[in-house]
């Protein structure tokens, strides 16, 4: 989810100022995504300059301006709530991009990099396992709200940790991955590549 998208949502339910913006986003999304004021207020004025939102009179006591959605903001986010999220942009995934690295990379200990990687999930599904304990059974709005996001957390440390468990027992299965021709060039220099054994022919040499 885009910033842009958080803040429409927040203030199609009434005006708000950035550092109130930023504290209800927060709160709703338990901090799991936390936001900086300054980046509440670039995205404001984006918002502004594309007729999304206006401010509300002037500047407060404290400086502070509150926005509101316009018309075609109002359009905007029920455009949003009624449109499936796309799935067909992948996103970059650092585990992913840094194990498809390693398998191609000569010398990296891959089942090392795995067997770290799934230790730390592990201890991560661990302190949001403890946290769901503690959820109220009863949930008011904003406790309901933490309580999804919590859960879609749990959900993907499960399957990352089936994925590297996957991983694991696909290397165990495959041979050791030689060494490309290609990478051949990136050795260093005092480290001169293997060089290849030329067939013996009947021919003179």
Do not use: C
């Amino acid at each position: 989810m885009s910033v842009k998208q958080g803040l429409l949502a927040l203030l199609a339910e009434e005006p708000m100022y950035g550092a109130r913006l930023r504290s209800e986003f927060e709160a709703r999304t338990g901090g799991t995504w936390p936001l900086n004021v300054g980046q509440v207020y670039t995205t404001l004025a984006r918002l502004e300059r594309d007729g999304l939102v206006e401010p509300v009179g002037g500047s407060d006591e404290e400086g502070r301006i509150a926005y509101r959605l316009t018309e075609t903001g109002r359009a905007e986010i029920a455009s949003w709530w009624s449109t499936p999220v796309d799935r067909d942009s992948t996103p970059r995934d650092e585990l992913v991009i840094k194990l498809a690295l390693a398998v191609t990379s000569p010398g990296v200990d891959v089942q090392g990099v795995v067997q770290t990687q799934r230790t730390a999930t592990l201890r991560h599904l661990r302190d949001l396992t403890r946290l769901k304990s503690r959820t109220s059974d009863e949930p008011d709005a904003h406790d309901l709200a933490w309580l999804l996001v919590l859960e879609n957390l749990l959900f993907a440390a499960e399957a990352e940790v089936r994925w590297l468990d996957h991983v694991e027992a696909t290397l165990r299965r495959m041979p050791a991955v030689p060494l490309r021709a290609d990478a051949r060039s990136a050795l260093p220099a005092d480290e001169p590549a293997p060089r290849a054994t030329a067939p013996t022919t009947g021919g003179r040499s």
